[in-house]
C-alpha cells in the first residue's frame, strides 16, 4: 500500500556507540517495512555488536573493511554507495560526525557517505558533553548546511550513567523520517491536505468535559497515508496522545470552537479537507467557572447549545471534501443525506454497532459514498484505508482537471 520504504534499498551504518545494539532492532523494523538494509560497520562497531547479527537480520552481507578484497565492498569501494536510495547513519558517534564534516574516508561508513548521492539521516549518540561540544555542534551545522537530515540526540540516561542530551532517537522515529524522505517524489507531492482528527472536548467546569469514544487513530492514519505520499499534511487534532507523525504540522484544538476556527484557517490554502474527527453536535450553553459540587443534589441540569457544523461551513472554491459518518442504524441512507447535505464529494461511513467497534481500533470497516453510490470497504488497518482513500483524492482530482 504505497509505502516509500517498500522495496527501498538502504544502506544501515553502525558506529562505535554503545547505542549500537539498538541499530539491529532499527535494521530489523526496515526490513519490516519492505526495504533492502544494506549494513556498514566501522571497526569499532564490530566490538560492540556482531556482524554476523546484521547478516542474519538483513540478509546482506556486512561492509567492514575497505581493504578486504574477499569482501563486496573491497571489490568496489564505493559499490553500496551507487545503488542505495537513502543512507542511514544510526547511531552516529561525535567521531564519525567529524569525519562526515571534514570528508575523511577511512571506513565503509564514511566512505559511502562521500560517495553517495542519495539522501542522508544521521542519528547522533553520544556523551553529553561530547554533544554540546563546540566542535561537534560545528561538525553537525556542517552536515545540516550541506543538505544531510539530523534527528535527535535527546535527553535522558546515557551510557555514563548521567542524565543528559545524547540519548538516541527511538526506532520508529527514525523510520518515520525515512519514510518523509523517501516520500519526496510521491504521487501527491502538489497537494496541501488538512485532516482532522480525535474527539472534541467540551468543557463542563475546569475537570469535566463532555466528549465521546473517538481516539483519533484513523485521522492520523489518513495524515500518515498522505504525508507517505509526498502530500504537505495538517493534521488538527484534539488529543496529543497519538504518536506525533514526523513532517506534518500538527495543531492542537480541543473543543468545537477551537477546531472550527484552526480548521477554516488551514482549508483556504488546501486543495483536500478529510473531516475525520468526531466533532460534538451539542456544547453547552455555559461553562462553570468552578467545580460543580454534587453536594445535596440528586440530580444535575445541564443547557445544551447546537455547535457549528465545521464541514458544511467550509466552501472554498476548488476544495476537495471527504467527511464521517458514524451512525448507529439506516447507515447508507445517513450518509447520502449527509454528503448532500454538506456538499461533499465522499462520506467514508462507519456502522458503530458491528462486532468489531470501530473506536480504538487499529483496523476500519467502512462504507464509501459518492454521488455514483455506496461501495462496501472491507475491514483492514487504517493506515491502509488511509490510501483507500487518498486514492479517491487522487481519482476525483484527475477527473478535475
Known amino acids: ?33 519492505g526495504a533492502s ?56 558517534t561525535a567521531n564519525t560526525i567529524a569525519k562526515m564534516a571534514l570528508g575523511i574516508a577511512d571506513n565503509p561508513v564514511t566512505t559511502t ?23 561537534t555542534q560545528n561538525n553537525i ?24 542530551i545524547g540519548r538516541m532517537a527511538a526506532t520508529n522515529e527514525i523510520i518515520d523520517y525515512a519514510k518523509l524522505i523517501m516520500a519526496q517524489n510521491g504521487d501527491m507531492t502538489n497537494y ?10 467540551e468543557p463542563l467546569d475546569p475537570i469535566r468535559v463532555i466528549t465521546n469514544r473517538s481516539s483519533g487513530k484513523m485521522g492520523f492514519a489518513i495524515a500518515e497515508a498522505a504525508r507517505d505520499r509526498g502530500a504537505k499534511v495538517t493534521l488538527i487534532t484534539s488529543s496529543n496522545e497519538n504518536q506525533p507523525i514526523a513532517g506534518v504540522e500538527t495543531v492542537i484544538a480541543e473543543t468545537v470552537d477551537e477546531m ?12 483536500v479537507l478529510i473531516m475525520a474527527a468526531a466533532v460534538s453536535d451539542w456544547k453547552p450553553k455555559v461553562k462553570s467557572l468552578e467545580k460543580l459540587k454534587k453536594g445535596e443534589n440528586h440530580s444535575l441540569k445541564l443547557e445544551l447549545t447546537k455547535s457549528e457544523d465545521i464541514i458544511a461551513s467550509i466552501n472554498f472554491k476548488g476544495l476537495i471534501k471527504f467527511g464521517f459518518a458514524a451512525e448507529t442504524e439506516n447507515l447508507i ?18 456502522h458503530i454497532k458491528q462486532e468489531n467497534s470501530v473506536f480504538g481500533s487499529d483496523t476500519n470497516k467502512v462504507v464509501f459514498i459518492d454521488k ?30
Open 1 to 33: 500500500m504505497k509505502n516509500p520504504l517498500e522495496k527501498c534499498s538502504i544502506g544501515l551504518g553502525i558506529t562505535g556507540s554503545i547505542a549500537s545494539y539498538k541499530a539491529l532492532d532499527l535494521a530489523s523494523k526496515l526490513v519490516q517495512q
Open 37 to 92: 538494509v544494506h549494513p556498514l560497520m566501522t571497526d569499532g562497531a564490530t566490538k560492540i555488536v556482531t556482524p554476523i547479527a546484521f547478516t542474519a537480520i538483513t540478509h546482506n552481507s556486512v561492509a567492514l573493511d575497505l581493504y578486504d578484497p574477499s569482501s563486496d565492498i573491497g571489490m568496489d569501494h564505493v559499490s553500496v554507495a551507487k545503488t542505495i536510495d537513502l543512507l542511514i547513519v544510526a547511531p552516529a
Open 113 to 135: 557517505y562521500l560517495a553517495t548521492e542519495s539522501p542522508v539521516l544521521v542519528i547522533p549518540a553520544m556523551d553529553g558533553n561530547m554533544y554540546s561540544n563546540k566542535a
Open 141 to 164: 551545522k556542517t552536515l545540516k548546511d550541506s543538505g544531510v537530515s539530523i534527528i535527535g540526540p535527546y535527553k535522558g540516561h546515557l551510557a555514563s550513567g548521567l542524565q543528559g
Open 192 to 201: 496541501k491536505i488538512v485532516v482532522t482528527a480525535g474527539g472534541t472536548k
Open 260 to 271: 472550527a476556527s484552526q480548521t477554516k484557517i488551514h482549508a483556504k490554502k488546501a486543495n
Open 333 to 350: 441512507q445517513n450518509a447520502k443525506r449527509k454528503r448532500k447535505e454538506k456538499k461533499l464529494d465522499l462520506v467514508i461511513a462507519n
Open 372 to 401: 455514483h453510490g455506496a461501495e462496501d470497504v472491507p475491514e483492514m488497518k487504517k493506515y491502509d484505508l488511509g490510501h483507500l482513500i487518498i486514492d479517491r483524492i487522487k481519482s476525483i482530482s484527475d477527473k478535475k482537471t
